[in-house]
């Protein structure tokens, strides 16, 4: 174990004794062996004076002082309103967007030394004071000197040792985990840990950002659903990324919403609808979709649009994906389980002597219940539960892959509880994945995969050509007696030289002649 890793684990703990969250775990409903473990704390032995802040507040601000890993927890934790106590998700709410922000200085000096000049040249106004702070960077309001207002993100000095510390953890933790529990080696921990590493160290290149705003951008130009701002390339860099401001109300905030007259169950659908469109239509989606990035425009509250920000985190999926994962949807959605139980074992997800039966009822045991109901009754924290215990029991595996499209689904759930707790998600996904399906089997898109394979051909055959020749190649050198050979063939020869000369007479007093011409004829004749 690296030593930073284990100051890491020596800081975690300290902040751990600070706010006291010891306390908070073992209020909870707890095996008998587990609260044993408590007597074992050597600080717990002492008497520790309470703290006068709320549970809630000492949570957010332990994650607030724990980074960047730890305050994302946070964030997602947040959109749980059914499964966090209100007084906890009401505080965690302020890691989305009131982080402690870093000095001023430290953000302006970072800014010049990124593009090459001080503030006052590249922009006609800048605000020292930031506009909004989060986990990963800070955000000041400025305007460039031909008139437009901007927003100027810069990444949090110092971020990379910390997450290099915490990754260390989690490394460690997911390795533990699969080589005690066979429940652990299939839910694929290391995969999912390379994964998130993965995910956070883009996050600290906003040029990736900017990248991803500009695709999704192109992807939404013109609709009604979403707008993504303008970023200005010119001014971006690795550190520092500029882009359009835009004014809207925070998804959040549902009194403005009313007080506009927003069409709340609009708005729901049309989130739910801009899920869907982002991974079925585009396989390119905003993966980073808690409140705290998501507003809504005040032009037009009767057909209300939403805007995004913050693209630092987007998934995709492959083609096979999408498929599986609509005809999935679509077999829930029209209640045939026994499809479904038969796609999870065609791809593979379940061992291929699954009995059909079986998966199908265990199945419909977790499912039927949720259907027909409002989202303000469903709970896809237990839904996922139920699916774990089931996927337990035929030793499903959790693909890696998924797992971005999982965590946004979750986001999507706890918004949608916020904004319109009547909303019925499955008559709103079903009509857009049925469409997308015919879309799938329509003769424009099967023409359309006529000319992407027809356009592959040349290269295809310029592989098949390249990979011919090699093949060639290798047969004319293993047919090419190696030059490299020519001392071991010479003594193979000498051998049989001297074996013919010592006589070959079929006596058993003749087996050193033998035996010589043998081990010549071997030594020239080898490859």
């Given at each position: 174990m690296k030593l930073l890793a284990v100051r890491r684990l020596l800081r975690i703990q300290r902040v751990v004794i600070r706010y006291q969250l010891d306390e908070m775990l073992f209020e909870l409903p707890l095996p008998f062996w587990l609260r044993a473990l408590s007597c074992l704390l050597p600080w717990r032995w002492l008497p520790r004076k309470p703290l006068d802040l709320s549970r809630g507040a000492r949570l957010r601000l332990a994650l607030e002082d724990l980074g960047p890993i730890f305050i994302k927890f946070g964030q997602l934790l947040s959109t749980?309103?059914?499964?966090?106590?209100?007084?906890?998700?009401?505080?965690?709410?302020?890691?989305?967007?009131?982080?402690?922000?870093?000095?001023e200085a430290q953000s302006i000096a970072l800014i010049e030394r990124q593009l090459g000049a001080p503030v006052s040249e590249l922009f006609a106004r800048f605000d020292s004071q930031p506009l909004a702070?989060?986990?990963?960077?800070?955000?000041?309001a400025a305007q460039l000197k031909t008139g437009e207002?901007?927003?100027?993100?810069?990444?949090?000095?110092?971020?990379?040792?910390?997450?290099?510390?915490?990754?260390?953890?989690?490394?460690?933790?997911?390795?533990?985990?699969?080589?005690?529990?066979?429940?652990?080696?299939?839910?694929?921990?290391?995969?999912?840990?390379?994964?998130?590493?993965?995910?956070?160290?883009?996050?600290?290149?906003?040029?990736?950002?900017?990248?991803?705003?500009?695709?999704?951008?192109?992807?939404?130009?013109?609709?009604?659903l979403l707008y993504v701002p303008q970023v200005y390339w010119d001014l971006c860099r690795h550190q520092v990324l500029v882009m359009e401001r835009i004014?809207?109300?925070?998804?959040?905030?549902?009194?403005?919403?009313?007080?506009?007259?927003?069409?709340?169950?609009?708005?729901?659908?049309?989130?739910?609808?801009?899920?869907?469109?982002?991974?079925?239509?585009?396989?390119?989606?905003?993966?980073?979709?808690?409140?705290?990035?998501?507003?809504?425009?005040?032009?037009?509250?009767?057909?209300?649009?939403?805007?995004?920000?913050?693209?630092?985190?987007v998934g995709s999926l492959t083609d096979e994906d999408q498929d599986y994962l609509a005809r999935n949807l679509l077999a829930f959605f029209k209640r045939d389980y026994?499809?479904?139980?038969?796609?999870?074992?065609?791809?593979?997800?379940?061992?291929?002597?699954?009995?059909?039966?079986?998966?199908?009822?265990?199945?419909?045991?977790?499912?039927?219940?949720?259907?027909?109901?409002?989202?303000?009754?469903?709970?896809?924290?237990?839904?996922?539960?139920?699916?774990?215990?089931?996927?337990?029991?035929?030793?499903?595996?959790?693909?890696?892959?998924?797992?971005?499209?999982?965590?946004?689904l979750l986001n999507i759930e706890g918004l949608g509880r916020q904004l319109y707790p009547d909303l019925d998600l499955w008559s709103t996904a079903q009509p857009f994945l049925e469409r997308w399906m015919r879309e799938r089997i329509s003769p424009l898109h099967l023409l359309r995969n006529l000319q992407q394979q027809a356009e592959?051909?040349?290269?295809?055959?310029?592989?098949?050509?390249?990979?011919l020749e090699r093949l060639q190649q290798s047969q004319r050198e293993e047919q090419r007696p190696s030059r490299d050979h020519w001392p071991l063939r010479l003594l193979g020869a000498a051998l049989i030289g001297a074996g013919t000369i010592q006589g070959l007479a079929p006596l058993l007093a003749a087996w050193p002649a033998w035996l010589m011409v043998g081990g010549g004829l071997y030594l020239v004749l080898r490859r």
């Open positions: 749980r309103r059914d499964l966090m106590p209100p007084d906890i998700a009401d505080e965690l709410a302020r890691l989305q967007d009131q982080v402690p922000p870093f000095p702070s989060a986990s990963v960077a800070q955000v000041h207002e901007v927003v100027v993100k810069v990444v949090r000095p110092g971020l990379k040792p910390v997450i290099r510390q915490d990754l260390a953890w989690l490394f460690l933790i997911a390795r533990i985990a699969e080589k005690a529990s066979a429940d652990a080696r299939r839910l694929h921990p290391v995969e999912v840990v390379s994964d998130y590493e993965k995910t956070i160290y883009d996050e600290l290149d906003l040029l990736r950002e900017a990248a991803n705003a500009s695709q999704l951008r192109r992807n939404f130009d013109g609709s009604p004014y809207g109300i925070p998804v959040t905030d549902l009194a403005t919403l009313a007080d506009q007259r927003t069409d709340m169950k609009l708005l729901a659908e049309r989130g739910v609808e801009i899920f869907f469109t982002q991974v079925f239509r585009d396989s390119f989606f905003h993966a980073d979709m808690h409140p705290g990035n998501i507003f809504v425009s005040t032009r037009t509250p009767w057909s209300p649009q939403y805007i995004a920000i913050d693209c630092g985190i026994r499809k479904v139980a038969q796609l999870h074992i065609d791809s593979g997800w379940v061992p291929a002597e699954t009995k059909v039966n079986e998966f199908e009822a265990a199945i419909r045991t977790v499912c039927e219940p949720i259907f027909e109901r409002p989202l303000k009754d469903i709970s896809f924290g237990q839904l996922l539960l139920r699916l774990f215990q089931t996927a337990r029991r035929f030793n499903m595996e959790v693909q890696p892959q998924l797992v971005l499209l999982q965590k946004t592959q051909v040349p290269h295809l055959s310029q592989i098949a050509r390249d990979t």
